[in-house]
């Protein structure tokens, strides 16, 4: 643990429970986990107060012994925050907020403020502050100590301390608020899709957990200039961009949010509209950090999230990334389709071309047609459109031999088939 802070960076003591069902290998994970979270956040973990316990105390998370203790970390450590990693009930956080001197936070905050420093777009930003809003109104009581925090820092990103601090009602005016202008952009995007659809375009969407390189990916695939930085949530915007694959068919890939452990549920709501994205797939690109030791974990929450949202059913290809950061053997978790690459190498990226087509072939219908010489149209559609394995022309008749796999539900499969009932 790096314990020299830079200049005006908050210093923080991290607190978590481990009940005593849970591995002690998930937990220490999971605590390594709120320490990246910190550091992205701009803060510095220069302690760690942990307890095992059947289950967190239901009036100060930890127990009196340890809330002691904690006072005693904080004060020998001069820290400016207290972290917890888990969700504080109102209770929980007024107790403890009524006992130390020191700001405290939980996991959900400081994921939320993560997210408000984040997002880019007007849709994030909305999405961000609804989400905080929700957590906030049931704690506004326990709120005291964050709120009053002259020059704020982590945990008091986004709405801000006048925004908190005005009566439930107003919050609640400002919530519905929100949510009108999110389902006026969520129209605009669902027009925006519908006429992606019609285009006929094979849409495939990247998901995975935070930091498992899917911006990288993308930009690597299709020369996209998408934010990429080595830390959390890079990317909360969904971003979607047109790839060519190796037998010249065109697909559209959309990177979505990160997904992580213990997600806050406001946030999940909040961003649903986003997350939506994923439903509307012709194929999932799950991209997992194969590097991560902790890796079989994130891909079980990703797995998850996707059956909350009800995309488990699409089909779905994993990608195990950093293959060059992997220490040693590696084995792959997924029972389907899956490739082991590094996205920074040319020869994996053609590999991985490769398999998303053999994937899309397994969903695509084969089709074999015969063009006249002067159909050079109906070639190019076919090049762009279907996934082409064999072209040839046949000098006696003057003819084009086509024989490829296309997609059932397009056009253009509709028309080839009516072509050959002709």
Request: glycine content about 6%.
């Amino acid at each position: 643990m790096d314990t020299q802070p830079k200049v005006n960076q908050e210093t923080v003591v991290l607190v978590g429970v481990k009940k005593k069902s849970a591995n002690e290998e998930d937990f220490i994970y999971s605590m390594e986990e709120l320490e990246s979270l910190t550091k992205t956040a701009g803060g510095l973990a220069v302690a760690t107060v942990s307890q095992s316990l059947e289950h967190p105390h239901s009036a100060t998370y930890i127990g009196k012994g340890k809330v002691e203790e904690l006072q005693l970390m904080v004060e020998e450590k001069d820290a400016d925050l207290v972290i917890f990693n888990d969700e504080l009930s109102s209770s929980q956080l007024r107790n403890l907020t009524n006992q130390m001197d020191t700001p405290i936070i939980d996991r959900t905050q400081l994921i939320l403020d993560i997210f408000a420093g984040r997002a880019q777009s007007k849709e994030g930003k909305l999405q961000v502050e609804l989400a905080q809003l929700s957590y906030s109104l049931p704690r506004l009581r326990g709120q005291g100590h964050v709120l009053s925090r002259l020059g704020g820092g982590i945990g008091t990103r986004g709405p801000g301390e006048t925004q908190l601090e005005i009566d439930q009602r107003h919050i609640r005016d400002r919530m519905d608020e929100i949510r009108r202008q999110l389902s006026q952009i969520v129209a605009h995007r669902d027009r925006y899709r519908e006429r992606r659809k019609k285009n006929q375009a094979f849409q495939m969407s990247l998901v995975g957990y935070t930091n498992a390189g899917k911006s990288t990916l993308l930009n690597r695939l299709s020369d996209a200039d998408v934010y990429i930085e080595d830390k959390l949530f890079a990317t909360l915007d969904p971003t979607t961009k047109k790839l060519k694959l190796p037998s010249g068919i065109e697909v559209l890939m959309t990177d979505t949010v990160g997904f992580i452990q213990q997600l806050p549920t406001t946030l999940i709501a909040a961003f649903r509209s986003t997350l939506e994205e994923v439903k509307e797939a012709d194929l999932i690109i799950h991209v997992v950090d194969a590097s991560n030791p902790d890796f079989i974990n994130h891909e079980s929450t990703v797995t998850k999230l996707l059956e909350d949202l009800e995309a488990h059913q699409i089909p779905m290809l994993t990608v195990y990334n950093k293959r060059d950061q992997i220490k040693d053997d590696f084995f792959a978790n997924s029972q389907g389709a899956s490739v082991l690459i590094s996205a920074h190498e040319d020869q994996d990226l053609d590999k991985l071309k490769m398999k998303i087509e053999s994937v899309m072939e397994e969903q695509f219908l084969p089709y074999i047609v015969y063009l006249e010489s002067d159909e050079g149209k109906w070639l190019h559609r076919l090049q762009k459109e279907t996934i082409q394995l064999e072209r040839s022309f046949e000098e006696s008749t003057e003819r084009y031999m086509v024989r490829g796999y296309a997609p059932p539900k397009s056009a253009i499969y509709h028309e080839l088939k009516k072509r050959q009932e002709e």
